[in-house]
């Protein structure tokens, strides 16, 4: 078996096994199978309820926002060609953030629902496109516009919560950009959904172009990859993963960062090949991440993107002492 | 195939790039593209290569508008090797090189993929190093798999944007010598050349441009003249044998 087949191997059986734990996970003492039998039978016990409408959603959102993190992270990476480079880090999230909380802000949610989801897609999809415009001046410009956008998102959200007229829906908006999972629903999973799978799929289909731009935009371009084509998948699809993870579970950083990073010196430096394990291994972390924030250490759970940003920050550093006195 | 451009002209950001310029790389020939610093070589090259449009003028392979032509086919018809080095390519040699085969996805068996990137390895003299990362070679041998990662597309042209520039005399030699070799297979190569004395010795035509225009074309003896050192370079050159030697310069009307 090759190391990137055994990685692949490995990282499938973590996140099975992470899956399982999250629906085992819980105050409730239900048995999971018990649980899972009684739900696909349609008999209304606590255990398929507890199932059915908390614990699976949860687990579901975990597994697929963690693997579109990773994949966007990887994809992101490969098409700048540098490892800095991260939903979270260059201020797509908190533009996706910025957009669903003005419009739970306006209201115009709570009349009409999709209205979310779109707005936290839109967000997510106008920063990627400036990035990309912008990503014509190389690595150092690309870096600074992120942290502008991310800057930009930030100071705007702190501004909602300033001007949120009660400390209730200050709580809402807080809970939410700290990122969690603690109230996924049924509803949110439908919502997410939709932009999470097409976003990866479009994701998942430039692995090729990819591995053709290693070789710099001219040299794709002769090959057949026009850099404008695998531009677009990648902001379209990054918009629909994040921009939907965004919608149902706040804002939730780094994973994109830290996944390839940890597992570029397993499964080679080929981009193509970084894509499936950064997304399995984005899974595995925020499974892993939500049953560390559901273990009773303290009185208040912790919020799932606080714990994230935690993991996520030294590895940040790494890359940055890595990459010091290197030209830019 | 022939790669024909057919009196093009580029004017870019206000600047007369190129000017009606008509050539053709024929099957197993290597023209050698010739001219001093800011002649529009790099551009002519790339405008051949198909990564930039021609304001008036067509490029043609075989007779068909190179513009129109299918991404995945032109990447099978044509090489191009560009003269900056990519920053920093993580993989292995082999993988690199591998790159080469991407526009043969949909034609090419695994095995004629692997005879490729063999193949090419072996002629760039890489072998031995097919499983080491290309992160941890030296420039030259940088240079030679970039140049085994063009030669693994099996393609009937081949462009070269100064495939030399950054090698000892022994490396340009074996490099020159390869792509004799890929021309007498039949196939057509064009090369970007500063070293006169490599373009006289390995090109079969040589085209020179100057001021984004083609001032000359045809067999080195034809075209490497004294005057054309003095009116287009502004140098005087000394013969050793059949070398010429730039030797001091020359007052010329048009170069200070």
Redesign the interface.
């Known amino acids: 078996m090759s190391r990137y087949a055994l990685t692949v191997a490995i990282l499938t059986t973590l996140v099975l096994a992470l899956a399982i734990l999250s629906l085992a996970a819980g105050l409730a003492g239900i048995g999971v199978t018990q649980g899972l039998s009684d739900m696909l039978h349609g008999r209304a016990t606590i255990a398929a309820t507890i199932i059915g409408q908390i614990r699976l959603p949860r687990m579901t959102l975990a597994l697929l926002i963690g693997a579109t993190l990773g994949l966007s992270g990887a994809a992101l990476q490969g098409l700048v060609?540098n490892p800095l480079a991260d939903p979270g880090v260059l201020g797509i999230s908190g533009c996706g953030a910025l957009g669903a909380v003005l419009v739970f802000y306006t209201g115009v949610s709570a009349v009409w629902a999709p209205a979310l989801p779109l707005a936290a897609l839109s967000g997510a999809g106008l920063a990627t496109l400036l990035l990309l415009v912008l990503t014509r001046g190389g690595t150092l410009v690309l870096v600074l516009a992120g942290a502008a956008l991310g800057s930009m998102s930030a100071a705007l959200l702190a501004l909602t919560l300033n001007l949120v007229p009660s400390p209730y829906a200050s709580y809402e908006i807080m809970h939410w950009l700290m990122g969690s999972l603690s109230r996924a629903s049924q509803q949110d999973v439908l919502i997410a959904m939709p932009g999470l799978l097409i976003g990866s799929a479009l994701l998942f289909s430039t692995g090729?172009s990819l591995?053709?731009l290693?070789?710099?935009e001219?040299?794709a371009?002769?090959?057949?990859?026009?850099l404008r084509a695998v531009q677009w998948r990648v902001v379209i699809g990054t918009a629909l993963a994040v921009g939907s993870g965004v919608a149902v579970a706040g804002g939730i950083g780094f994973v994109g960062l830290v996944m390839p990073h940890l597992l570029?010196p397993l499964a080679?430096?080929?981009p193509s090949r970084l894509l499936l394990p950064s997304a399995l291994g984005g899974a595995a972390l925020l499974l892993a991440a939500d049953l560390f924030v559901r273990l009773p250490v303290s009185g208040a759970e912790l919020q799932l993107g606080v714990v994230t940003s935690l993991i996520g920050t030294p590895v940040f550093f790494w890359q940055v002492w890595r990459l010091r006195g290197r030209p830019v | 195939m022939i790669l024909q451009t057919d009196t093009i002209s580029l004017t870019l950001q206000g600047n007369r790039l190129l000017n009606d310029i008509a050539l053709e790389v024929r099957p197993g020939e290597v023209l050698g593209l010739i001219g001093p610093n800011g002649a529009g070589k790099s551009t002519l090259l790339?405008v051949m290569?198909?990564?930039l449009r021609p304001d008036t003028g067509c490029v043609f392979l075989d007779g068909r508008d190179l513009f129109t032509m299918?991404?995945?086919?032109?990447?099978?018809h044509?090489?191009?090797?560009?003269q900056?080095a990519?920053?920093s390519?993580?993989?292995?040699v082999r993988?690199?090189v591998a790159?080469?085969r991407?526009?043969h996805?949909r034609t090419a068996s695994a095995q004629q993929d692997a005879a490729a990137v063999r193949q090419a390895l072996d002629a760039v003299g890489m072998s031995a190093f097919a499983d080491r990362?290309s992160a941890s070679l030296s420039g030259g041998e940088r240079a030679r798999i970039?140049l085994a990662?063009a030669l693994a597309?099996q393609a009937p042209v081949m462009l070269a944007d100064e495939p030399v520039a950054a090698l000892d005399p022994a490396q340009a030699l074996t490099v020159m010598n390869l792509f004799g070799q890929y021309a007498a297979q039949g196939q057509a190569v064009a090369v970007v050349l500063h070293d006169l004395a490599l373009a006289a010795r390995f090109c079969t035509r040589i085209a020179v441009l100057s001021e984004g225009r083609l001032v000359g074309i045809g067999t080195p003896a034809e075209v490497l003249t004294d005057a054309l050192f003095a009116e287009v370079y502004g140098v005087a050159v000394r013969r050793c044998g059949e070398v010429a030697v730039p030797w001091s310069l020359v007052a010329s009307t048009r170069r200070p």
């Open positions: 060609r090729r591995d053709a290693t070789l710099g001219d040299v371009q002769t090959m057949g990859f026009p570029r080679g430096a080929r | 790339r290569a198909g990564l299918p991404p995945e086919e032109r990447g099978r044509l090489a191009y090797l560009p900056e990519p920053a390519i993580g993989m292995s993988d690199v790159l080469g991407l526009p996805r990362s970039l990662r597309v």
